[in-house]
């Protein structure tokens, strides 16, 4: 039973912007006495869109004790509900 929590709060999620994927590059050839070179410098971006959808504590069904001093780990966030968002940087030779 979770009254107080915050699990109804951020879930609303526009058609498709949770997935937004952006990917850039930059090609660099270099000639050399052998023929050309490309290196190419390549920076990918996953879910950019998104934001941290917290889900609700596992343990929140009692949150001190009956001395009245807190429970460890009592309320503590666990989990996201939503994909992290995600950077790569990649460099590819190409001869």
């Known amino acids: 039973m979770n009254l107080f929590g915050n699990n109804g709060r951020n879930t609303l ?8 994927d952006f990917s850039v590059f ?3 050839y270099i000639e050399t006495s052998s023929g050309s070179l490309n290196i190419q410098f390549r920076a ?9 959808n917290f889900q609700s504590p596992l343990n ?5 004790n009956q001395d009245g001093s807190p429970i460890n780990g009592a309320g503590k966030i666990d989990a996201t509900a939503t994909p992290a968002r ?3 940087l990649g460099l590819k030779v190409i001869w």
């Open 60 to 64: 929140n069904s009692a949150l001190f």
């Open 13 to 20: 999620v526009g058609p498709g912007l949770i997935n937004v």
């Open 26 to 28: 930059k090609n660099n």
């Open 44 to 52: 990918e971006f996953f879910n950019i869109m998104n934001h941290a």
């Open 86 to 88: 995600q950077i790569q």
